[in-house]
């Protein structure tokens, strides 16, 4: 999963070279304005200041993102420059519905991670 994100003085174009994922656009003002998979093959445009989340659904999910300004900034919300990393770990426990530990990972062993996170190993009860 890459982290919501935002290009602060640039457009975003994304196209899709394998796998799929889920991908998650908000404007300025929070609205949702696309919420949807992406497959190989299709691009999506994503407005400067809009933010942005994207998901690998099981078999990956690579895609480009050509940015308009050959300058573009990007800023994240979390690592070690994170506006999550001053939220009390029950804003984000609720806001993410994510345990305590997860939460605490977050915040604090992100160290120099600014914009990507691992998948979630589960284990599996043998029979």
């Keep these: 999963m890459v982290s919501p994100h935002w290009n602060i003085n640039a457009h975003s ?9 889920r991908v998650e656009v908000a404007d300025d003002k929070g609205e949702t304005v696309f919420d949807g998979e992406l497959r ?4 999506l445009i994503v407005p400067q200041n809009y933010a942005m989340l994207e998901r690998a659904g099981s078999e990956g999910f690579q895609f480009v993102s050509i940015k ?4 573009a900034m990007v ?26 530990d997860e939460a605490r990972r977050v915040k604090l062993t992100r160290g120099d991670e600014v914009a990507i996170f691992t998948p979630r190993r589960e284990s599996r009860a043998e029979a």
């Design 13 to 21: 174009i994304m196209y899709c070279t394998g796998g799929r994922g």
């Design 40 to 43: 190989q093959g299709q691009l």
């Design 68 to 71: 308009t300004s050959d300058r």
């Design 75 to 100: 800023s994240t919300i979390v690592g070690k420059t994170s506006a999550l990393r001053g939220m009390p770990e029950e804003v984000l426990m609720n806001s993410y519905r994510m345990s305590r």
